[in-house]
Each structure stands twice: as structure tokens, then as C-alpha cells.
């Protein structure tokens, strides 16, 4: 069974909600259709309802089993007003400005998500990464202990040679563009943490890098290397079962016949599935390069460090793609809890983190 037909069978047995706060999107009207046809959960469309009846009319998608919220007519609008006066750094808004940026249905959904009425939410379909971010970071909690918010996204290839019979986890790919020693180690054991949940199997961690095992050796290399030291011992204090090698160059971390030849004694060489990448740049620019050449299925950008499933879908992504994400993101929900048992702390004020476009 492929990938995608195994989330499909698994989140079927436990429907998960799904917010999509970009309602009158064609594709986002498809992928909620197709959601509730699959019986995976309930989908949750945000805008004017005359609109969204337009675009699945055009669609051709009933939306008999869909639920519709217009932020303006919603009957819990005034109750996510006074939740977010309370906030500290919207304590000083007046209302009528609060009243305003609920009306944008990312700041409504990321509230519905915070406030429990959804489980996970979807968007970025046809805006930029900022207009999602900024209220999901602005209003949803991140993680005990995460001082930054990253993301990964799920790759599956038809070489199915390579990887985890061609299912890869690639990251960060659309958060953070310079990531610092902390923060590339973090990145490299939560999206093994991703990779373990979702297939069951251990992770392979490749720390990627222009140079194998100090085959160059420049602060770009040695800031890499650091973090494989760190993300190993952040596994091993969690108890998390994951491989972690690097610095490897991307053909020693794919190829058994380059590995035998670049590195000795590694567990992760050759056989990587959680590829990390030392910048926003190389990562987003490899994931897009092995999507459009290669016809791999790709799903992201799966946010990582927030404490509500949430997803930064590409503008580029079609409905089959999101439908993907949407599943695989519900999917997360059901283990969330049992994840991150420390996630019921109280809310505080996120550190700011300037998104990139996707």
C-alpha cells in the first residue's frame, strides 16, 4: 500500500476536523470534498458562504457534509474578540480593531484551532507563508521548550531504491533561513519524531552539507557537524530511537555504493529517509527541484514546534496535494497528546520568526 493510501486507511478509523480558512480557493474546495468523501473527519471551510456555494457549485462538489463559517456572521466571534484582548501583546487593541483582524479567516482558523473547534488547520494555498504564520504564531502556543518554530515536508519518489522506499522527510523548508546550531539539531530530531510517527519505522537522520565527515572544513561544515553532536544527544536524553549522521554530502547519504566509498561505520549513510538541510535556501529550493523533476508527491510544509497541528501548504500545491497534507496532518492529531505531553502548559507570547514565501 502506498504511503498516502496507508495515512488515507489509518485516519479513517479516527476523522479528525480540518479548518482550511481559505474557503473560496477552487482547490481547497476540491481537497475538503474529497476529505469528507474519504470519511476522514469533518472539513471546515472559512469565508463568505456565497462564494465558497460558487466555487464547489463550479466545482462541482456538494457541500452537503462541509460545515461553512463566515467570520463575520460566526456566532463565537465576539467570544475570540475578548479571548484575544487577553493576550498580552493584543491587551492594549481596541475592540473594533480586534473585531478586524478576527474577520481574516487565518487570525479566525488559527483561533478555532487554539480555542479546540478544530484539530488541525490547512492553509497557504493562494497567499504568501507571512499572511498564515503571523496569526498562527501570534495566537497558537508553541511547545514547551521550542524557542523557534520550524517546518518539514513529506516527500514520496518513485525510486523507490532510495530512502524509505522512496518516502522522505525533508527540512527546514519554510521557516527558518538561517538556522543556528540549536535550532538545525532540533530541526534534525523533530522531523525524525515526524518520520517515526507516521511510518512506524526508525529514522535515518542525514545532517546535510557540501562536505562528508570533514572533507572540507569551513564554519558552514563545522557549524553542521555541531549540530549532529547536539541532535544526537537531544535523542539520547529524550529516549528517541533515530540514527543521526553528518556531515554528509546528499550522495553519500542516498547512494550505498558513494557511501562504502565516502564514509566508514555509519548507520545512516547510504540509506537516509530524514534528509536536513543547513539553510532555508538549499531546502526549499531541493524540495521544489524534486517535485517538479521527478514527479514526487510532495506534502508540506508541516509545521513543527507548535502546540496545534498546523500546515503551510505551497501555492503551487494542488488539490490532491493538500488532500494529502490535510490527511496526513489529521493523522498527527491522534498521537499529538501522547507526542507532546507537555504541551498543556499555558500560553505565551511566541518568539518572532520572519517566514519565507513559498
Known amino acids: 500500500m502506498a504511503f498516502i493510501d496507508n495515512v488515507f486507511a489509518k485516519l479513517a478509523r479516527h476523522p479528525k ?47 452537503v457534509r462541509i460545515h461553512v463559517i463566515d467570520p463575520a456572521e460566526a456566532e463565537d466571534l465576539d467570544l475570540f474578540c475578548a479571548r484575544l484582548l487577553r493576550l498580552p501583546r493584543f491587551k492594549d487593541m481596541a475592540p473594533e480593531e480586534a473585531r478586524k483582524m478576527l474577520l481574516n479567516p487565518n487570525y479566525f482558523g488559527s ?14 494555498a493562494c497567499t504568501a507563508s507571512g499572511s498564515l504564520l503571523r496569526p498562527l504564531f501570534s495566537l497558537v502556543k508553541p511547545l514547551p521548550g521550542f524557542t523557534a518554530i520550524s517546518s518539514c515536508m513529506v516527500l514520496q519518489s518513485h525510486n523507490t531504491r532510495i530512502g524509505d522506499g522512496g518516502l522522505f522527510f525533508f527540512a527546514d523548508c519554510g521557516v527558518i533561513p538561517e538556522p543556528t546550531v540549536d535550532q ?92 536536513i538541510f543547513p539553510d532555508l535556501n538549499s531546502g526549499n529550493i531541493a524540495t521544489k527541484l524534486v517535485q517538479w523533476l521527478s514527479g ?23 488539490a490532491e496535494d493538500i488532500l494529502g497534507v490535510a490527511a496526513i496532518l489529521g493523522l498527527r492529531c491522534i498521537a499529538y497528546r501522547e507526542l507532546y505531553p507537555e504541551q498543556g502548559a499555558g500560553h505565551h507570547d511566541p518568539t518572532e520568526i520572519s517566514p519565507a514565501g513559498s
Open 17 to 63: 476536523r480540518i479548518v482550511f480558512p481559505e474557503g473560496t480557493e477552487e482547490r481547497i474546495v476540491r481537497a475538503a470534498g474529497e476529505y469528507v468523501k474519504r470519511k476522514l473527519g469533518p472539513a471546515i471551510l472559512l469565508g463568505k458562504r456565497d462564494e465558497i456555494a460558487d466555487v464547489a457549485r463550479a466545482a462541482g462538489v456538494g457541500l
Open 111 to 124: 483561533m478555532m484551532l487554539q480555542g479546540g473547534q478544530a484539530d488541525a488547520l490547512v492553509s497557504g
Open 184 to 275: 538545525l539539531a532540533t530541526i534534525a530530531v523533530e522531523t525524525a519524531h515526524v518520520s517515526r510517527q507516521l511510518t512506524g519505522r526508525r529514522p535515518k537522520v542525514a545532517m546535510l552539507s557540501y562536505s562528508t565527515r570533514g572533507s572540507a572544513q569551513t564554519r558552514h561544515t563545522e557549524r553542521v557537524a555541531a549540530a549532529t553532536a547536539l541532535a544526537r544527544k537531544i535523542a539520547a536524553d529524550k529516549g528517541l530511537e533515530m540514527d543521526i549522521d553528518g556531515e554528509l554530502q546528499v550522495d553519500a547519504a542516498l547512494i550505498p555504493e558513494i557511501a562504502a566509498r565516502k564514509v566508514q561505520n555509519s548507520a545512516v549513510a547510504g540509506q537516509a529517509n530524514v534528509l
Open 296 to 318: 514526487a508527491e510532495a506534502y508540506g510544509n508541516i509545521l513543527i514546534g507548535i502546540s496545534k497541528p498546523a500546515v503551510d501548504v505551497s501555492r503551487g500545491a494542488t
